[in-house]
Protein backbone atom coordinates (compact mmCIF):
# COMPACT_ATOMS: atom_id res chain seq x y z
CA UNK A 1 0.00 0.00 0.00
CA UNK A 2 2.97 2.14 0.74
CA UNK A 3 4.42 1.63 -2.68
CA UNK A 4 1.16 2.68 -4.59
CA UNK A 5 0.89 5.91 -2.61
CA UNK A 6 4.58 6.53 -3.20
CA UNK A 7 3.92 5.78 -7.42
CA UNK A 8 1.29 8.35 -7.19
CA UNK A 9 3.72 10.74 -5.90
CA UNK A 10 5.93 10.69 -7.90
CA UNK A 11 3.48 10.53 -11.23
CA UNK A 12 1.85 13.65 -9.92
CA UNK A 13 5.13 15.41 -9.64
CA UNK A 14 6.08 14.16 -12.90
CA UNK A 15 2.78 15.39 -14.98
CA UNK A 16 3.58 18.62 -13.06
CA UNK A 17 6.70 18.85 -14.43
CA UNK A 18 5.69 17.67 -18.31
CA UNK A 19 3.09 20.68 -17.70
CA UNK A 20 5.53 23.00 -16.36
CA UNK A 21 7.81 22.20 -18.83
CA UNK A 22 5.96 22.40 -21.73
CA UNK A 23 3.59 25.71 -20.76
CA UNK A 24 7.37 27.06 -20.51
CA UNK A 25 8.62 25.67 -23.05
CA UNK A 26 5.44 26.72 -25.12
CA UNK A 27 5.61 30.16 -23.56
CA UNK A 28 9.35 30.63 -24.85
CA UNK A 29 8.72 29.22 -28.50
CA UNK A 30 5.39 31.71 -28.64
CA UNK A 31 8.03 34.78 -26.76
CA UNK A 32 10.70 34.19 -29.39
CA UNK A 33 8.13 34.51 -32.69
CA UNK A 34 7.75 38.38 -31.33
CA UNK A 35 10.83 39.15 -29.61
CA UNK A 36 14.66 39.02 -29.95
CA UNK A 37 16.90 39.50 -26.85
CA UNK A 38 20.29 39.18 -26.41
CA UNK A 39 22.70 40.31 -23.04
CA UNK A 40 25.67 41.42 -25.12
CA UNK A 41 24.43 45.32 -25.16
CA UNK A 42 26.34 48.21 -22.69
CA UNK A 43 25.27 51.66 -22.67
CA UNK A 44 27.18 54.14 -24.76
CA UNK A 45 27.46 57.96 -24.11
CA UNK A 46 29.35 60.59 -25.56
CA UNK A 47 33.05 60.81 -24.46
CA UNK A 48 34.45 64.07 -24.85
CA UNK A 49 38.58 64.04 -25.12
CA UNK A 50 40.11 66.91 -23.83
CA UNK A 51 43.05 67.34 -25.92
CA UNK A 52 46.11 70.18 -25.70
CA UNK A 53 46.52 72.18 -28.98
CA UNK A 54 49.84 73.40 -27.97
CA UNK A 55 52.80 72.56 -26.17
CA UNK A 56 53.62 73.75 -22.31
CA UNK A 57 54.36 73.15 -18.99
CA UNK A 58 50.47 72.86 -16.85
CA UNK A 59 50.35 75.56 -14.87
CA UNK A 60 47.03 74.55 -12.59
CA UNK A 61 44.60 72.11 -12.95
CA UNK A 62 40.90 73.13 -11.66
CA UNK A 63 38.80 70.12 -12.15
CA UNK A 64 39.25 67.03 -9.85
CA UNK A 65 38.20 63.32 -10.90
CA UNK A 66 34.38 63.00 -11.75
CA UNK A 67 33.69 66.58 -11.16
CA UNK A 68 30.96 67.73 -13.27
CA UNK A 69 31.28 70.58 -15.39
CA UNK A 70 29.79 73.64 -17.58
CA UNK A 71 30.39 74.53 -21.17
CA UNK A 72 33.07 77.35 -20.84
CA UNK A 73 34.43 76.54 -17.77
CA UNK A 74 38.25 76.66 -16.75
CA UNK A 75 39.58 72.58 -16.61
CA UNK A 76 43.82 74.02 -16.84
CA UNK A 77 46.20 76.36 -18.00
CA UNK A 78 50.06 76.23 -19.26
CA UNK A 79 52.58 78.28 -19.04
CA UNK A 80 51.70 80.95 -21.26
CA UNK A 81 55.18 82.84 -21.23
CA UNK A 82 56.67 81.66 -23.97
CA UNK A 83 53.57 82.62 -26.18
CA UNK A 84 53.59 86.30 -24.78
CA UNK A 85 56.90 85.96 -25.83
CA UNK A 86 55.83 85.03 -29.10
CA UNK A 87 52.90 87.87 -29.61
CA UNK A 88 55.99 90.35 -28.46
CA UNK A 89 58.25 89.03 -31.82
CA UNK A 90 55.12 89.06 -33.87
CA UNK A 91 54.87 92.59 -33.67
CA UNK A 92 58.49 93.38 -33.60
CA UNK A 93 57.97 91.23 -36.92
CA UNK A 94 55.11 93.32 -37.60
CA UNK A 95 56.87 96.74 -37.16
CA UNK A 96 60.01 96.17 -39.39
CA UNK A 97 57.34 95.10 -42.11
CA UNK A 98 55.41 98.30 -42.32
CA UNK A 99 59.00 100.46 -41.77
CA UNK A 100 60.10 98.60 -45.08
CA UNK A 101 56.51 98.96 -46.61
CA UNK A 102 56.97 102.75 -46.40
CA UNK A 103 60.26 103.02 -47.38
CA UNK A 104 59.48 101.29 -50.92
CA UNK A 105 56.37 103.88 -51.25
CA UNK A 106 58.97 106.41 -50.41
CA UNK A 107 61.16 105.25 -53.02
CA UNK A 108 58.25 105.09 -55.93
CA UNK A 109 57.41 108.83 -54.54
CA UNK A 110 61.56 109.58 -56.01
CA UNK A 111 61.66 107.61 -58.77
CA UNK A 112 58.31 109.01 -60.04
CA UNK A 113 59.42 112.89 -59.18
CA UNK A 114 63.05 111.79 -61.17
CA UNK A 115 60.93 110.55 -63.82
CA UNK A 116 59.51 114.10 -63.89
CA UNK A 117 62.32 115.86 -63.90
CA UNK A 118 63.94 113.64 -66.64
CA UNK A 119 61.28 113.97 -69.09
CA UNK A 120 60.92 118.05 -68.24
CA UNK A 121 65.07 117.61 -69.35
CA UNK A 122 64.20 115.29 -72.28
CA UNK A 123 61.60 117.83 -73.44
CA UNK A 124 64.36 121.33 -72.69
CA UNK A 125 67.05 119.15 -74.66
CA UNK A 126 64.43 118.85 -77.52
CA UNK A 127 63.61 122.60 -77.71
CA UNK A 128 67.41 122.92 -77.56
CA UNK A 129 68.07 120.64 -80.61
CA UNK A 130 65.86 122.11 -82.73
CA UNK A 131 67.11 125.94 -81.78
CA UNK A 132 70.45 124.45 -82.51
CA UNK A 133 69.76 123.28 -85.70
CA UNK A 134 68.06 126.27 -87.11
CA UNK A 135 71.46 128.23 -86.04
CA UNK A 136 73.28 125.13 -87.80
CA UNK A 137 71.30 125.57 -91.19
CA UNK A 138 71.59 129.49 -91.51
CA UNK A 139 75.18 129.68 -90.22
CA UNK A 140 75.70 126.74 -93.26
CA UNK A 141 73.83 128.79 -95.66
CA UNK A 142 76.47 132.10 -94.82
CA UNK A 143 78.81 129.70 -95.09
CA UNK A 144 78.33 128.65 -98.48
CA UNK A 145 77.58 132.04 -99.73
CA UNK A 146 80.82 133.30 -98.21
CA UNK A 147 83.04 130.33 -99.53
CA UNK A 148 81.77 131.46 -103.05
CA UNK A 149 82.44 135.10 -102.26
CA UNK A 150 85.85 134.09 -101.14
CA UNK A 151 86.35 132.15 -104.16
CA UNK A 152 86.07 135.61 -106.35
CA UNK A 153 87.66 137.47 -103.76
CA UNK A 154 84.90 139.28 -102.90
CA UNK A 155 85.46 138.89 -99.09
CA UNK A 156 88.48 138.41 -97.24
CA UNK A 157 90.00 135.38 -95.87
CA UNK A 158 89.04 136.14 -92.30
CA UNK A 159 85.44 136.60 -93.17
CA UNK A 160 85.34 132.99 -94.94
CA UNK A 161 87.37 131.97 -91.79
CA UNK A 162 84.73 133.47 -89.27
CA UNK A 163 81.64 132.03 -91.15
CA UNK A 164 83.69 128.77 -91.02
CA UNK A 165 83.76 129.03 -87.33
CA UNK A 166 80.66 129.92 -86.81
CA UNK A 167 79.16 126.82 -89.11
CA UNK A 168 81.42 124.06 -86.70
CA UNK A 169 80.65 125.62 -83.35
CA UNK A 170 76.65 125.26 -84.66
CA UNK A 171 77.26 121.89 -85.69
CA UNK A 172 79.10 120.62 -82.51
CA UNK A 173 76.70 122.19 -80.84
CA UNK A 174 73.87 120.25 -81.99
CA UNK A 175 75.95 117.00 -81.14
CA UNK A 176 76.17 118.02 -77.80
CA UNK A 177 72.48 118.53 -77.26
CA UNK A 178 71.73 115.62 -78.99
CA UNK A 179 74.09 113.28 -76.38
CA UNK A 180 72.54 115.44 -73.52
CA UNK A 181 69.39 114.10 -74.80
CA UNK A 182 70.28 110.53 -75.10
CA UNK A 183 71.75 110.92 -71.64
CA UNK A 184 68.21 112.15 -69.95
CA UNK A 185 66.73 109.19 -72.26
CA UNK A 186 68.99 106.48 -70.84
CA UNK A 187 68.60 108.42 -67.32
CA UNK A 188 65.00 108.24 -67.64
CA UNK A 189 64.75 104.74 -68.53
CA UNK A 190 67.05 103.91 -65.59
CA UNK A 191 64.98 105.69 -63.14
CA UNK A 192 61.33 103.87 -64.59
CA UNK A 193 63.58 100.94 -64.23
CA UNK A 194 63.97 101.67 -60.64
CA UNK A 195 60.39 102.59 -59.85
CA UNK A 196 59.46 99.03 -61.29
CA UNK A 197 61.65 97.60 -59.03
CA UNK A 198 60.72 99.73 -56.07
CA UNK A 199 57.10 98.57 -56.88
CA UNK A 200 58.01 94.96 -56.67
CA UNK A 201 59.93 95.61 -53.04
CA UNK A 202 56.15 97.65 -52.30
CA UNK A 203 54.40 94.21 -52.87
CA UNK A 204 56.76 92.20 -51.07
CA UNK A 205 56.56 94.68 -48.39
CA UNK A 206 52.59 94.35 -48.31
CA UNK A 207 53.03 90.71 -48.38
CA UNK A 208 55.38 90.67 -45.43
CA UNK A 209 52.88 92.73 -43.41
CA UNK A 210 50.09 90.80 -44.11
CA UNK A 211 52.50 87.71 -42.49
CA UNK A 212 53.31 89.38 -39.84
CA UNK A 213 49.86 90.57 -39.59
CA UNK A 214 48.99 86.87 -39.56
CA UNK A 215 51.76 85.19 -37.38
CA UNK A 216 50.27 88.28 -34.61
CA UNK A 217 47.08 86.40 -35.36
CA UNK A 218 48.30 83.11 -35.06
CA UNK A 219 50.57 84.41 -31.65
CA UNK A 220 46.80 85.40 -30.25
CA UNK A 221 45.58 82.28 -30.85
CA UNK A 222 48.26 79.94 -29.31
CA UNK A 223 48.20 82.34 -26.60
CA UNK A 224 44.28 81.42 -26.16
CA UNK A 225 44.63 77.93 -26.10
CA UNK A 226 47.04 78.07 -23.00
CA UNK A 227 43.81 78.06 -20.95
CA UNK A 228 41.74 74.69 -21.56
CA UNK A 229 38.28 75.23 -21.04
CA UNK A 230 35.02 72.65 -21.51
CA UNK A 231 33.22 72.22 -24.82
CA UNK A 232 29.95 71.24 -22.84
CA UNK A 233 28.15 70.34 -20.14
CA UNK A 234 29.10 67.09 -18.35
CA UNK A 235 31.46 64.95 -15.70
CA UNK A 236 35.08 64.91 -15.87
CA UNK A 237 36.61 61.33 -15.71
CA UNK A 238 39.91 60.59 -13.71
CA UNK A 239 42.13 63.38 -14.14
CA UNK A 240 45.60 62.26 -14.76
CA UNK A 241 47.69 65.44 -14.89
CA UNK A 242 49.53 67.45 -12.57
CA UNK A 243 51.13 70.95 -12.67
CA UNK A 244 54.43 71.44 -14.22
CA UNK A 245 53.51 67.92 -16.45
CA UNK A 246 54.37 68.85 -20.04
CA UNK A 247 51.59 68.27 -22.99
CA UNK A 248 51.81 67.92 -26.55
CA UNK A 249 50.15 69.05 -28.81
CA UNK A 250 47.12 66.29 -29.42
CA UNK A 251 47.70 64.61 -26.65
CA UNK A 252 44.44 63.63 -25.22
CA UNK A 253 44.85 63.48 -21.44
CA UNK A 254 40.89 62.92 -19.70
CA UNK A 255 37.56 62.78 -21.10
CA UNK A 256 34.13 65.30 -20.40
CA UNK A 257 31.16 62.83 -20.51
CA UNK A 258 27.88 64.06 -21.44
CA UNK A 259 25.45 62.05 -19.14
CA UNK A 260 22.41 64.02 -20.76
CA UNK A 261 22.51 61.96 -23.87
CA UNK A 262 22.90 57.96 -23.70
CA UNK A 263 21.94 54.93 -26.42
CA UNK A 264 22.62 51.15 -26.32
CA UNK A 265 24.83 49.18 -28.55
CA UNK A 266 23.19 45.45 -28.51
CA UNK A 267 25.67 42.62 -30.68
CA UNK A 268 22.81 41.13 -31.92
CA UNK A 269 23.75 37.11 -33.54
CA UNK A 270 23.47 37.32 -36.87
CA UNK A 271 20.86 34.80 -37.32
CA UNK A 272 18.65 37.12 -35.19
CA UNK A 273 18.51 39.81 -37.57
CA UNK A 274 16.17 39.01 -40.47
CA UNK A 275 12.60 40.14 -39.04
CA UNK A 276 14.25 43.36 -37.21
CA UNK A 277 13.99 46.57 -38.74
CA UNK A 278 14.71 50.07 -37.54
CA UNK A 279 11.34 51.17 -35.58
CA UNK A 280 11.13 48.76 -33.33
CA UNK A 281 10.21 48.96 -29.60
CA UNK A 282 12.78 47.48 -27.35
CA UNK A 283 12.45 46.83 -23.90
CA UNK A 284 15.66 47.42 -21.83
CA UNK A 285 16.90 46.26 -18.62
CA UNK A 286 20.33 47.78 -17.04
CA UNK A 287 21.87 45.40 -14.78
CA UNK A 288 22.44 48.38 -12.01
CA UNK A 289 18.89 49.22 -11.98
CA UNK A 290 16.64 46.25 -12.35
CA UNK A 291 13.36 47.73 -10.70
CA UNK A 292 13.32 49.84 -13.22
CA UNK A 293 12.29 49.00 -17.26
CA UNK A 294 13.50 51.62 -19.89
CA UNK A 295 11.72 51.97 -23.15
CA UNK A 296 13.91 52.27 -26.65
CA UNK A 297 13.71 52.16 -30.18
CA UNK A 298 15.97 50.36 -32.73
CA UNK A 299 18.13 53.03 -34.90
CA UNK A 300 20.26 52.02 -37.02
CA UNK A 301 22.25 48.54 -38.28
CA UNK A 302 26.08 49.06 -38.05
CA UNK A 303 27.57 48.46 -41.72
CA UNK A 304 29.55 45.49 -40.69
CA UNK A 305 30.01 42.86 -37.97
CA UNK A 306 32.08 44.02 -35.00
CA UNK A 307 34.82 41.61 -36.41
CA UNK A 308 35.37 43.94 -38.98
CA UNK A 309 36.16 46.94 -36.42
CA UNK A 310 38.80 45.03 -35.03
CA UNK A 311 42.26 45.61 -34.51
CA UNK A 312 43.16 42.37 -36.64
CA UNK A 313 40.07 41.57 -38.47
CA UNK A 314 40.00 37.69 -39.21
CA UNK A 315 41.03 36.88 -43.00
CA UNK A 316 39.13 33.80 -44.62
CA UNK A 317 41.07 33.55 -47.59
CA UNK A 318 44.21 31.88 -45.94
CA UNK A 319 42.15 28.38 -46.24
CA UNK A 320 41.54 28.14 -41.94
CA UNK A 321 37.71 28.87 -41.88
CA UNK A 322 36.00 28.02 -39.35
CA UNK A 323 31.98 28.84 -39.80
CA UNK A 324 31.28 31.32 -36.34
CA UNK A 325 28.05 33.24 -36.00
CA UNK A 326 28.99 36.52 -35.97
CA UNK A 327 27.36 39.71 -34.27
CA UNK A 328 26.51 42.66 -35.52
CA UNK A 329 26.24 46.43 -33.56
CA UNK A 330 22.74 47.36 -32.93
CA UNK A 331 22.35 51.07 -32.20
CA UNK A 332 18.95 51.73 -30.33
CA UNK A 333 18.00 55.01 -28.64
CA UNK A 334 16.00 55.09 -25.37
CA UNK A 335 12.79 57.03 -25.77
CA UNK A 336 11.78 60.71 -24.17
CA UNK A 337 8.74 58.63 -22.23
CA UNK A 338 11.65 57.14 -19.77
CA UNK A 339 12.80 59.83 -16.95
CA UNK A 340 15.17 61.67 -17.45
CA UNK A 341 16.81 61.10 -13.49
CA UNK A 342 17.09 58.05 -14.51
CA UNK A 343 19.15 58.39 -17.81
CA UNK A 344 21.36 60.70 -15.57
CA UNK A 345 22.50 57.79 -13.76
CA UNK A 346 23.16 55.57 -16.58
CA UNK A 347 27.20 54.96 -16.60
CA UNK A 348 28.91 54.14 -20.18
CA UNK A 349 29.70 50.94 -20.72
CA UNK A 350 26.80 49.27 -17.89
CA UNK A 351 25.33 46.25 -19.04
CA UNK A 352 22.01 46.04 -20.60
CA UNK A 353 19.56 43.35 -21.32
CA UNK A 354 17.84 43.78 -24.44
CA UNK A 355 14.25 42.92 -25.85
CA UNK A 356 13.38 44.04 -29.04
CA UNK A 357 9.50 43.34 -29.61
CA UNK A 358 9.59 41.95 -33.37
CA UNK A 359 5.70 42.79 -33.76
Do not use: C
Request: avoid cysteine; charged fraction near 25%.
Amino acid sequence: MEKKKSNTKFIIVLVLLVVLGGTYGTYKYLHSLAHEETDDAQIEKNMNPIIARVPGYINKVYVKDNQFVKKGDTLFTIDKRDFQLKIEEAKAALLGAEGQYAAAKADIGSAYASVSVSDANIKSASGNIETAKIRLKQVTNDFNRYSNLYKTHTITKQQYENALTAKQEAEAQVRILEAQQKASSYQKNAIVAKSKASDKQTEVAAANIQRAKTMLDVAHLNLSYTVVTAAIDGQVSKVDIQPGQLVQPGQSLFYIINNTEAWVVANFKETQLNKMVVGQKVSLKVDAYPDYEFKGTVASFSPATGARFSLLPPDNATGNFVKTIQRLPVRINFDESNDPKKIELLRSGMNVDVDVHLK
